[in-house]
């Protein structure tokens, strides 16, 4: 706050100092209370500051960083790239360390790392580590944040490499008994998915979104999202698993299971569901036919076809509703049984990637 | 044309063979028409989905919408009358769009509402339960299964 203060009021001269000031000291700015961070893209210089502090990229222009709190963990992934190069990512700040190295035209799209916790209150950087040039612009606000990153080559666009970093707060060790649901750069895919389905908009307007899930060689997880089909609606998910299960994010790693969205509350009307021999149902709002209505924590968290089709191979599907609540669907359960699915949990807040067992 | 008339004699006397050759229509055929299905599974699942509809807290609105309100969960009971189910999956036949003449269904009914469910039937990803009023027409789909 004093710096923001001190940088947006530039009429008296002793506040300048004492922004200048700021800037030269290790603490970086806009950390306020939680909850309340600040990019600090209106704070360009604190970076110059920190990069004068021996970070290491000196000629590094950033004009935006991410805040974090002490013990935070930030859920990094590359979102997209569009550069010739094959560029190097790095982070800087109070966590220093190279997050991914081959991205651009060599590839990398998808990759998820995470890293953390942050030792104390502070700022992370991020840079193309391959460029000398790079500069750095983030939008978002906490926790979650977009960063976009330039070679400072050519043209200033800002799209050489998209990241998206999320700012979370490592759950209870054990919270749900459920690996992979414990694993934060997991359950933080899986929140993601959801949010990506847009529950929050009208029926009609939300997706399905389904992924999988992956174990590093070290036995940490992460996500993927598998790309839709031109058969998803909000009322299926249309993707191949199996195509994207053969093609894994990063070297070594092992698809270990699915997960898919079901972005309706309980009696939501439900548009886009067709059947075999054409549809008699609506569509899309205002469309002819009748509305289905969801029911997502009927027959296990599943649609037969989630238990059937979904877990033949082998692989649980994990289930998350509109509701927060994550159902684990495991192979060989007979229709019967599904029902009474034991294997279910709710998010212990809606911004929070923590799941526990409903009381 | 000598041809053409010996080839219609020919024929025409082939189909009245066949015919009088053939076993009785479907239609008429007893306990094959049925269209109720009798796998016990599936029958206790949709049974039970309807009894929780009657008794669940958070079904009220859709009791409410069905006119079955104040039921208990004895009023919901297995249909096996061949006749009902036969409509049934007539109108489940109009639902999916697909005319199947070996479509099986399984009926619950609740006061004068029925409650029909085909495995086979696939909406999206789901299988629907669908409710129908007294005459047939559609009052909820439910993406219950």
Redesign the interface.
């Known amino acids: 706050m004093q710096v923001k203060l001190g940088c947006g009021l530039v009429i008296l001269a002793v506040l300048v100092v004492a922004c200048e000031q700021d800037q030269m000291a290790p603490t970086p700015p806009s950390l306020g209370r939680r909850g309340a961070l600040v990019t600090a893209q209106d704070s360009a210089d604190a970076l110059e500051a920190h990069s004068g502090a021996g970070i290491g990229i000196q000629s590094h222009q950033s004009s935006g960083v991410v805040a974090i709190h002490a013990g935070d963990m930030a859920v990094v992934t590359v979102v997209s790239a569009s550069t010739a190069r094959c560029e190097s990512v790095g982070v800087f700040g109070v966590i220093s360390q190279t997050l991914f190295s081959g991205v651009g035209s060599c590839g990398g799209v998808g990759r998820s790392t995470m890293i953390g916790p942050a030792p104390t209150d502070g700022s992370l950087f991020f840079a193309l580590t391959s460029s000398s040039r790079s500069q750095a612009l983030v939008d978002g606000q906490f926790p979650d944040y977009t960063v976009r990153l330039d070679d400072g080559l050519f043209d200033a666009d800002f799209d050489d490499v998209i990241l998206s970093v999320k700012i979370r707060t490592p759950c209870p060790p054990g919270s749900s008994g459920d690996a992979v649901l414990d694993a934060l750069e997991a359950s933080v895919g899986l929140v993601d998915a959801l949010s990506t389905s847009r529950p929050d908009l009208p029926p009609g307007s939300r997706r399905e979104v389904g992924g999988l899930v992956w174990q590093r060689a070290d036995g940490t997880f992460f996500t993927s999202i598998v790309p839709p089909g031109p058969g998803t ?1 909000e ?3 249309d993707g191949n698993f199996a195509e994207a299960g053969r093609r894994p994010p990063e070297p070594g790693a092992v698809a270990v299971a699915k997960f898919h969205t079901h972005p309706h509350l ?2 939501d009307p ?1 548009y ?10 609506a569509q899309f709002p205002g469309d002819r036919g ?6 997502p924590d ?2 296990g968290g599943g ?4 238990w059937d089709e979904g877990t033949s191979d082998g692989f649980p599907m994990y289930v998350i509703n509109a509701a927060g609540r994550v159902y684990r669907l495991d192979p060989g359960v ?3 049984q599904r ?1 009474a699915n034991p294997n279910k949990w709710e998010q212990t807040a809606p911004t929070e990637a923590c799941f526990r067992r409903p009381p | 044309m000598m041809l053409a008339r010996a080839l219609r004699d020919m024929l025409g006397a082939s189909l009245l063979a066949a015919v009088f050759a053939a076993p009785a229509p479907l239609a008429e055929r007893p306990q094959a028409s049925s269209r109720c299905g009798t796998d016990p599974v599936v029958q206790t699942l949709v049974l039970n989905g309807v009894r929780r509809i009657l008794t669940s807290a958070d079904e009220e609105g859709l009791r409410t919408r069905l006119g079955i309100a104040g039921l208990s969960a004895d009023a919901a009971l297995s249909v096996s009358d061949a006749r009902v189910c036969a409509r049934a999956a007539q109108r489940i036949n109009y639902l999916d769009g697909d005319n199947r003449r070996d479509r099986m269904v399984y009926v619950v009914e609740v006061g004068s509402v029925r409650a029909v469910h085909d495995p086979s039937f696939q909406l999206g990803e789901w299988s629907p339960l669908v409710f129908f009023d007294s005459h047939w027409k559609v009052l909820e789909t439910l993406l219950a299964f």
């Open positions: 609606t009322c299926r998910f309980h009696d439900v886009g569901c067709a059947s075999a021999g054409g549809t008699r149902f009748q509305v289905p209505r969801a029911r009927q027959n649609s037969p076809r989630d007979p229709s019967d029902a």
